[in-house]
């Protein structure tokens, strides 16, 4: 169920139709993905091989990467700073973030299992689709590989809406 909006709601549906305002997240939302998209192939994060040479630490490591993961994390920090001082976002009534961030279990696996396929194909989900671009069959492979990992977890793993989950 959505909570009732708020008045910064009703605010912004009052200056702007809402076909407006999902023309402006949608436009928000391209103009995002593809500055991520961008960055993304200019970093190398669209080559495998390079990807796992960052992985290796243990072996011929190539600390690129680093560097697009610290300009990440920086970039990250500032909005999340930002974004402190702001009553709502620009484009929405109210920030979507997680009630609560729990290290647990599930956490802990699915951070191993997704480490593991980052690992083994030196890609990871953004970068993947991105590199669908490329129109390589691996990266096509990976990516539908992928899709029926999350269908499965969806069907068979995630927590059901007013259930427990064991």
């Known amino acids: 169920m959505r909570p ?3 008045s910064s709601a009703r605010i912004l549906i009052a200056q702007f139709s809402v076909a407006q305002v999902l023309i402006a997240q949608v436009l928000v939302a391209l103009l995002a993905g593809a500055v991520f998209g961008l960055g993304l192939s200019l970093s190398g994060m669209l080559d495998p091989a390079r990807v796992r040479g960052f992985l290796d630490v243990a072996g011929a ?3 690129s990467l680093a560097f697009v993961l610290g300009g990440a994390v920086a970039v990250a920090s500032a909005a999340m700073l930002l974004r402190r001082h702001l009553r709502r976002p620009a484009f929405d009534a109210e920030f979507h973030l997680p009630a609560t961030t729990p290290i647990d279990t599930r956490l802990i696996l699915g951070s191993a299992i997704f480490g593991a396929g980052w690992g083994m ?3 990871c ?3 993947a689709l991105a590199a669908l671009s490329l129109g390589l069959a691996p990266v096509a ?3 539908t ?3 029926a990992g999350m269908v499965i977890h969806d069907r068979l793993a995630a927590p059901q809406p007013g ?3 064991s």
């Open 125 to 127: 989900p953004g970068p």
């Open 141 to 143: 492979l990976f990516v």
């Open 163 to 165: 259930g427990s989950q």
């Open 4 to 6: 009732a909006r708020s």
């Open 61 to 63: 490591w190539d600390p």
């Open 145 to 147: 590989a992928m899709l």
């Open 121 to 123: 194909a030196g890609l």
